[in-house]
């Protein structure tokens, strides 16, 4: 099956390209939200988090104590490495079960900001880099985030691989920057995945 990545910078736009995907019947998996439940329900992964990183890390009730993961690791980029090579493996097995559940489908898409980081890219066939310009990135994240302010957004921003790295890495680009149109970018792709597939 053909496995297609769509990665780009926060506030690109990569969850409404991956709604198109879905509209047009491809089944989409979205890493951030797999990695929260994964993190939540996968009892293996639950005990290196807390052999890691403490008790704390989970709640009485054995909910995923976020900001108490969030305050220990992602300011210490030791912390924030080891944080991420314990979660992506399991990440990384609940993508292949995934794949193997949806294998009727002429091809998948995984949504993943850390494409390359986390090396996911290495289990996909091609990649998609969704592009918009800086500017507009902040301005959207400053309405769909209001509890982030500007240097927040510029802090994460930073963290993140260069959006021309990813982009000549990419063998696709969706432009999402308020003048190209976004159905016709997905419509060509979802065509040359259907011929591919």
Same mark, same amino acid.
């Given at each position: 099956?053909?496995?297609?990545g769509? +990665? ?18 491809? &089944?989409? !998996? $979205?890493? $951030? +939200? ?6 939540? !329900?996968?009892?293996?992964?639950k005990?290196? /988090? ?17 900001a !108490? ?7 210490? &980029?030791?912390?924030?490495?080891l ?7 399991h990440?990384?097995?609940?993508f +292949? ?12 898409v ?5 494409m390359?980081?986390?090396e996911a ?8 880099a ?14 769909r985030? +209001?509890?982030?302010?500007?240097? $927040?957004?510029e802090?994460?921003i930073?963290k993140? /691989?260069?959006e021309?790295?990813?982009?000549a890495?990419a063998q ?26």
């Amino acid at each position: 099956m053909l496995k297609i990545g769509i +990665t780009g910078g926060i506030g690109v736009g990569k969850s409404v390209v991956c709604h198109m995907f879905a509209l047009l019947g491809i &089944p989409v !998996y $979205d890493a $951030d +939200t797999r990695a929260k439940w994964v993190m939540h !329900y996968d009892e293996a992964l639950k005990q290196e /988090l807390t052999e890691a990183f403490g008790m704390e890390s989970y709640t009485i009730d054995g909910e995923l104590n976020r900001a !108490y993961l969030a305050k220990s690791a992602f300011h210490d &980029p030791g912390k924030l490495a080891l944080l991420n090579s314990i979660v992506h493996p399991h990440v990384a097995k609940d993508f +292949t079960d995934w794949v193997a559940a949806n294998s009727g489908a002429p091809y998948i898409v995984k949504e993943a900001a850390l494409m390359y980081e986390s090396e996911a890219w290495r289990q996909m066939d091609e990649i998609i880099a969704v592009f918009a310009p800086m500017d507009i990135r902040i301005k959207r994240l400053l309405q769909r985030d +209001t509890h982030r302010t500007q240097q $927040d957004i510029e802090a994460i921003i930073g963290k993140q /691989l260069k959006e021309e790295e990813k982009m000549a890495r990419a063998q696709h680009i969706v432009y999402n920057d308020d003048k190209q149109l976004l159905i016709p970018q997905v419509l060509k792709l979802h065509e040359q995945f259907l011929t591919k597939a």
